[in-house]
């Protein structure tokens, strides 16, 4: 390993991204407009269901009830009903998402420190919408009820503020993506400029010429890092829980795996196009679908949380959840960052296989 | 250099067909041949770039088969396709490859083949925008940096002007009398006079072998050019 060599090849690659506004534009402004465009539009939050109420006890007790539904940020008055069909019909014509049905005996129950259930019918339509009323109203009932031991406080994210959870587990995706996408031309670039001719007849090694491929991305990666994470704190407003050093350590690791993984597919490919599309496909869909950034991994089949498994997101995900939100930095991180580590290695190694530095391999 | 037998199929096709001749230290040796004789494919064997099927290659003592990367250390290579970067300018390629090559004064090594280009003044041109004359000036100025022993040109001068192909020819007559080895292949009979000794490939094989005077002698013709067309034409015939 040569140290001017290394930089050599590293010096040449800067000129290229630079000369190249489209490279750079991938590699520094798409991260932060996908950044802008999910963390605002795939919220989670439920604002303002519109919320009716079927009130049969009438007393102090329910009507404080109601005041706790309509007072929270989740839910707002949309007017009263009588009977089970007015009820029906207010979700019907979507007057309402949702009606509170308050049973006759409520305060009598409550005063005897007995436990009395109220009924919450949601429109099911959208079930998302759904989902979250009931855990929000879930909530307040359960706040509500001065005499249940058991209120429920949600753990780390105590507003259920989902924007929380998925700023982190988007800067994961982004930088899984935009990492792997910068690296993937970089050998395809050579070998279709033909360039490549003149780099094997040199004395220049595969590690020398891998190394100083990556230094330049990996640069432009832990800026788009440090971009990313800039803007959760301050636009997003996620507070950082962990430790700083425990986030730039995870984060360092992971942008180095995936630029391994696209100058893997780089240098199989040996066209930038197939190559580009070829990081997109394996890097993105998987990321998004089965990294548990979107869907729950618990809830998958067996054989598809297995394959979660074997994504490097899926800890990346995990992984900067856990600093942001819960700040904890254990023994489950040190497992995922070990995974990250041997994937990267693993990656590496396949590549320098795969790397030829002569013509038959064309 | 000392090639014995040396061949390289890709797949069904054969592409050089047990070829044998030795090149001397110093000498400027012409590969001549019409398009697909194979040329390119022997010199990229020769430059370790490609691995030959079977047969046998001694460059600079070095075998091009077993330790490829070590004839790698001591040659100069120009391919027919221009290979340097487009979007570089000419000093940016020409400090890259210095770097490669590890040349210890490197800012000195590049003034040198900036001048010796005849490119002085140009460095901050991006490469893509220069005429081919230019570009194949600066390829032979970034294939000699590191002071190769042995030098393997392939058509250097297709495309190229005139004025530019005699300056050309004036640089490789330089570097043989310093001792550098020339392997060069061309498609222009003006430039195979300048060499010391020539092939002529057809269809994967050397078809003849000497010094301009014992080809035209050998075979009975007055110019190179008659010789090539009454070799190449006989292959073509039969």
Redesign the interface.
């Given at each position: 390993m040569n140290r001017q060599r290394v930089k050599a090849i590293a010096k040449k690659e800067i000129i290229h991204v630079i000369r190249d506004p489209r490279s750079l534009g991938m590699g520094l402004a798409i991260p932060v407009l996908l950044l802008v465009l999910f963390g605002y539009g795939l919220s989670l939050n439920v604002d303002n269901v519109p919320l009716a109420v079927w009130d049969q006890s009438n007393t102090v007790t329910s009507r404080n009830l109601i005041r706790d539904f309509t007072n929270s940020e989740a839910f707002q008055s949309a007017g009263v009903c009588n009977s089970q069909q007015d009820a029906d019909r207010i979700i019907q014509i979507g007057q309402a998402t949702a009606v509170l049905v308050i049973p006759p005996d409520f305060e009598e129950k409550i005063t005897r420190h007995e436990s009395s259930t109220v009924q919450l019918l949601v429109d099911g339509s959208d079930s998302n919408t759904a989902r979250l009323s009931i855990m929000y109203a879930d909530g307040i009932t359960k706040n509500a009820a001065q005499t249940a031991a058991m209120s429920l406080i949600t753990a780390y994210n105590p507003a259920m503020d989902t924007t929380w959870s998925i700023i982190p587990g988007l800067i994961a995706i982004i930088l899984n993506v935009i990492a792997a996408m910068l690296t993937s031309l970089c050998v395809a670039r050579e070998w279709e400029n033909g360039t490549m001719e003149q780099l094997v007849s040199t004395p220049m090694r595969k590690g020398e010429f891998l190394i100083g491929k990556l230094v330049p991305y990996y640069i432009i990666g832990v800026i788009d890092l440090i971009v990313a994470v800039l803007m959760a704190l301050f636009l997003f407003g996620v507070p950082l829980n962990g430790s700083l050093l425990a986030l730039a350590g995870v984060s360092g690791m992971f942008i180095f795996t995936t630029l391994s993984v696209g100058i893997l597919i780089s240098t199989a490919a040996k066209s930038q196009l197939l190559a580009s599309q070829l990081a997109l496909v394996i890097t993105f869909l998987p990321g998004f679908i089965l990294s548990g950034f979107v869907y729950d991994i618990k809830a998958m089949p067996t054989v598809v949380q297995a394959i979660t498994k074997l994504i490097p997101a899926t800890y990346f995900v995990t992984l900067l959840r856990t600093i942001f939100l819960k700040g904890t930095w254990g023994m489950a991180p040190t497992k995922e960052l070990l995974f990250l580590i041997l994937f990267a290695a693993v990656i590496l190694a396949m590549t320098m296989k795969k790397l030829k530095l002569n013509l038959d391999g064309r | 250099m000392v090639i014995e037998h040396l061949t390289k199929k890709f797949g069904d096709f054969t592409a050089v067909d047990d070829i044998s001749f030795s090149v001397n230290k110093g000498e400027i040796f012409g590969f001549l041949g019409a398009n697909g004789a194979g040329k390119s494919t022997t010199i990229?064997m020769l430059?370790?770039?490609?691995?030959p099927t079977s047969g046998r290659g001694l460059v600079g003592g070095v075998d091009i088969s077993k330790t490829?990367?070590k004839v790698?250390?001591f040659?100069g290579?120009m391919?027919q396709?221009?290979?340097?970067?487009?979007?570089?300018t000419i000093q940016?390629n020409l400090?890259?490859?210095?770097?490669?090559?590890?040349i210890s004064n490197r800012k000195e090594a590049v003034k040198r083949a900036i001048e010796s280009a005849g490119l002085t003044g140009k460095e901050k041109k991006i490469t893509g925008s220069l005429p081919v004359g230019w570009k194949q000036q600066l390829s032979l100025a970034s294939a000699v940096m590191h002071n190769p022993s042995i030098l393997f040109l392939d058509e250097p001068t297709s495309g190229v002007d005139p004025i530019t192909r005699r300056k050309f020819w004036e640089t490789i007559r330089k570097l043989s009398e310093a001792g550098t080895t020339v392997f060069v292949t061309t498609h222009y009979m003006m430039e195979a006079e300048y060499c010391d000794r020539l092939s002529i490939m057809r269809a994967g094989k050397v078809i003849a072998l000497g010094t301009p005077i014992e080809l035209k002698r050998k075979y009975e013709k007055k110019s190179l050019e008659d010789v090539f067309v009454s070799l190449v034409q006989k292959g073509v015939s039969k």
């Open positions: - | 990229r430059c370790g770039i490609l691995k490829p990367e790698k250390t040659i290579y391919s396709k221009f290979s340097l970067y487009d979007d570089l940016e400090n890259f490859f210095a770097g490669i090559y590890q």
